[in-house]
């Protein structure tokens, strides 16, 4: 079975310093990963994914991740945190099933980001 | 990307009641995924709806307590039936799939009271 971690509840970083929001993985096959954005009484936003190829993967307002496969990470990053992306961030993967058809997508337990100005 | 809309945006309800969700897609799609949000708690899903086919549930939703309908390729419904505080959620219509990113509407903040 396929599952996601993201270690942090919280995650606190002052304006203008770089952030990092963890996430972890687990599936059998190779996997496809994302990062999703809610801001409050919002629904989620796409921020980018991994498919294949390179390992750091860019996306939009700014924000990266970096594939770890080894470390079986996709954690994202922006190098200098903007009040403005204060918000609950989501991980999810999936992977495929022997049919070669796509897995459902499983959602990590989300991180709270709060950049204070 | 799809551009999404879902009706109601909220609403509270009293308990024993069932509401209508519903979810309308600007472009025909195949696969619509309904979640629920719980109060400080991830996504999960909940079915998925194709066209011309039943839904299909995930483990520990049923079909009496969730129906869906999936008229067409651009929208579906998902009724909460029967409605108990515990169903107090945001409910979120999605699109996309399979090896791309899915598409989510702006949600449903249900209140049971």
């Known amino acids: 079975a396929q599952s996601v971690a993201q270690p942090e509840d919280q995650v606190n970083v002052a304006e203008g310093n770089p952030l990092t929001v963890k996430c972890t993985y687990s599936?059998?096959?190779?996997?496809?990963l994302f990062w999703y954005v809610q801001y409050p009484n919002r629904g989620l936003q796409f921020l980018l994914k991994y498919i294949t190829g390179d390992n750091l993967v860019k996306g939009s307002y700014g924000f990266e991740a970096e594939f770890n496969k080894s470390q079986t990470s996709f954690h994202l990053k922006k190098p200098s945190a903007l009040v403005s992306d204060s918000a609950l961030y989501f991980c999810a993967v999936r992977d495929l099933i022997s049919s070669g058809s796509a897995r459902q997508l499983t959602f990590g337990s989300g991180t709270q980001l709060t950049v204070l100005p | 990307s799809a551009v999404i809309s879902q009706k109601p945006s909220r609403d509270i309800c009293q308990r024993g009641t069932s509401l209508t969700i519903q979810c309308q897609v600007d472009s025909q799609v195949t696969m619509m995924f309904w979640y629920r949000q719980q109060p400080g708690q991830s996504l999960t899903l909940i079915a998925t709806?194709?066209?011309?086919?039943?839904?299909?549930?995930e483990s520990g939703f049923v079909i009496d307590k969730f129906p869906i309908s999936r008229p067409n390729l651009t929208f579906s419904t998902l009724t909460v039936s029967n409605m108990s505080p515990e169903d107090s959620s945001i409910y979120l219509c999605?699109?996309?799939?399979?090896?791309?990113?899915?598409?989510f509407g702006p949600g449903t903040r249900l209140t049971v009271l």
């Open positions: 599936v059998s096959g190779n996997p496809y």
């Open positions: 709806a194709n066209q011309g086919s039943e839904a299909t549930y």
């Open positions: 999605s699109v996309g799939g399979g090896y791309n990113e899915q598409f």
